[in-house]
């Protein structure tokens, strides 16, 4: 469902309330909720709220916090998604933090942690591959977590992680594949900005092309939902 709001603001407490709506059903029925974050700015809003207004409302206790992509950088790094959800958010709430699986780790390649975060899933999910809540950005080429344009990680099916080398940004990724975004009971993007307008537009409206678009891959089992400023929904 695409959901478009007057403000980045407004957009950001509707994605606080899916997060906390969806942690009230998952812990109802099984106990924990398990869920993978997104990076860069989008979040920061909804991080906010979660800290604040909303931060009576959740067993944090009973989340499990995953993450959907992540730049092969130590947490300390700027650039570091975990980084930046533990400094807006996760040091804010009390989750264990034996319950929060950052996509990094010293003194290990990125691929052998990819395998070991797999391994982390199966472990903690309830059938190794089903998130009760995925949130994911999308940047102004149309890519998601770190399935970006051209790469052949767009097309992986066999593993549930994969870590790769992305020679534009002459880094590591490491990034959940598109059959496990796709298996979760939910899926929530956020985005804010004139700068995303026509790679939204192409992603909900254009031609199907994965692979100019990675987003448009992100079909998911469960609900597909948009949380979207007006700048962002500017030609929809």
Known sequence: MLNIYKSKEEASHAAALHFVEHAKLAIEAKGKFTVALTGGSSPAGMYDLLTTEFKDQVAWEKIYIFWG??????????????????????????????????????????????????????????????????????????????????????????????????????????????????AAKSVAFIIFGAKKADALYEVVKGEKNIEKYPSQIIDPVGELMWYVDQNAAARL
């Open 69 to 182: 992509d992540e730049r092969w950088v130590p947490i300390e790094d700027e650039r570091s998604n975990a980084g930046n959800a533990f400094n807006d958010f996760l040091n804010k709430v009390a989750i264990p933090n034996e319950q929060i699986y950052p996509m990094y780790k010293d003194g290990v390649s990125a691929e052998d942690y990819a395998k070991k975060y797999s391994k982390i899933m199966d472990e903690v999910l309830e059938d190794g591959r089903t998130f009760d809540l995925i949130f994911l950005g999308m940047g102004d080429d149309g890519h998601t977590a770190s399935l970006f344009p051209g790469q052949k990680v767009i097309h992986e099916k066999d593993k549930k992680v994969a870590a790769y080398f992305l020679e534009p940004q002459d880094m590591y990724r490491i990034t959940l594949t598109a059959p496990i975004l796709n």
